[in-house]
């Protein structure tokens, strides 16, 4: 058997690693007045050419963040786990069979500009379908990018952004909630804003951009 690399794990590897790094302490859990709970399926899917994360592009008429690079989830019914709101929404949006996923563990809660209480819940799928198919309601296009191009430091940027735009009191909130001291020019007061651009015509920032590279930091 050869050497897998670490910035170009297989699947086993990519699955073993991932368990570590969710294993090595327990997700923050984080409670919001007045935020809505969500999920999103962060999900690892085994492919001849070496694992790939699944990613949609949301629909440019869905109210919040439309058009923009996501996982699929969404905001979770009354009573449900953010365990079950993501397979139930990875299969509704894009077909993905929630029995497929074997779910891995949360990462942290986060807050969204758009007022969600978000849990990334990471999963694996061994036998992924050969392709998926979105709900033209809520996504324009589901697709994959391969986990050794998001795992390499060149296609990574973090760029400031200014969050005066946004109401002062998400402002605080997210900054209260997501974001450390590093991710703040001490001068500006501007984010730092993580994107990934393993596809120049696909690039994976924001808040899904935040949680993948809180994976990456985790297990990789």
Same mark, same amino acid.
């Given at each position: 058997?050869?050497?897998? %690399?670490?910035?170009?794990?297989?699947?086993?590897?990519?699955?073993?690693?991932?368990?570590?790094?969710?294993?090595?302490?327990?997700?923050? =859990?984080?409670?919001?007045?007045?935020?809505?709970?969500?999920?999103?399926?962060?999900?690892?899917?085994? =492919?001849?050419?070496?694992?790939?994360?699944?990613?949609?592009?949301?629909?440019?008429?869905?109210?919040?963040?439309?058009?923009?690079?996501?996982?699929?989830?969404? +905001?979770?019914?009354?009573?449900?786990?953010?365990?079950?709101?993501?397979?139930?929404?990875?299969?509704?949006?894009? +077909?993905?069979?929630?029995?497929?996923?074997?779910?891995? +563990?949360?990462?942290?809660?986060?807050? %969204?500009? &758009?007022?969600?209480?978000?849990?990334?819940?990471?999963?694996?799928?061994?036998?992924?379908?050969?392709?998926?198919?979105?709900?033209?309601?809520?996504?324009?296009?589901?697709?994959?990018?391969?986990?050794?191009?998001?795992?390499?430091?060149?296609?990574?940027?973090?760029?400031?952004?200014?969050?005066?735009?946004?109401? %002062?009191?998400?402002?605080?909130?997210?900054?209260?909630?997501?974001?450390?001291?590093?991710?703040?020019?001490?001068?500006?007061?501007?984010?730092?804003?993580?994107?990934?651009?393993?596809?120049?015509?696909?690039?994976?920032?924001?808040?899904?951009? =935040?949680?993948?590279?809180?994976?990456?930091?985790? &297990?990789?």
């Amino acid at each position: 058997m050869g050497v897998v %690399s670490a910035a170009d794990p297989d699947f086993p590897e990519a699955l073993s690693r991932t368990r570590a790094g969710l294993a090595r302490r327990l997700p923050r =859990r984080l409670e919001v007045p007045g935020y809505r709970r969500a999920a999103v399926l962060v999900a690892l899917l085994d =492919r001849a050419g070496g694992p790939t994360v699944l990613f949609t592009r949301r629909a440019a008429a869905l109210p919040h963040h439309g058009g923009e690079i996501s996982f699929p989830g969404g +905001g979770l019914a009354a009573g449900e786990s953010p365990e079950d709101g993501a397979l139930r929404e990875a299969e509704e949006e894009v +077909g993905l069979p929630r029995g497929s996923a074997e779910v891995l +563990g949360r990462l942290d809660d986060l807050v %969204s500009v &758009a007022r969600f209480l978000v849990t990334p819940v990471v999963a694996a799928v061994a036998r992924p379908p050969a392709a998926f198919a979105g709900d033209p309601g809520e996504v324009e296009e589901p697709f994959e990018l391969p986990l050794r191009r998001l795992l390499d430091p060149a296609l990574r940027r973090a760029t400031p952004w200014d969050p005066a735009l946004l109401p %002062s009191d998400v402002v605080a909130e997210v900054r209260r909630s997501n974001l450390r001291p590093e991710d703040v020019d001490p001068a500006t007061g501007h984010w730092l804003v993580w994107s990934f651009h393993a596809d120049e015509t696909r690039v994976v920032w924001g808040l899904t951009g =935040r949680v993948l590279a809180e994976l990456i930091a985790r &297990a990789f």
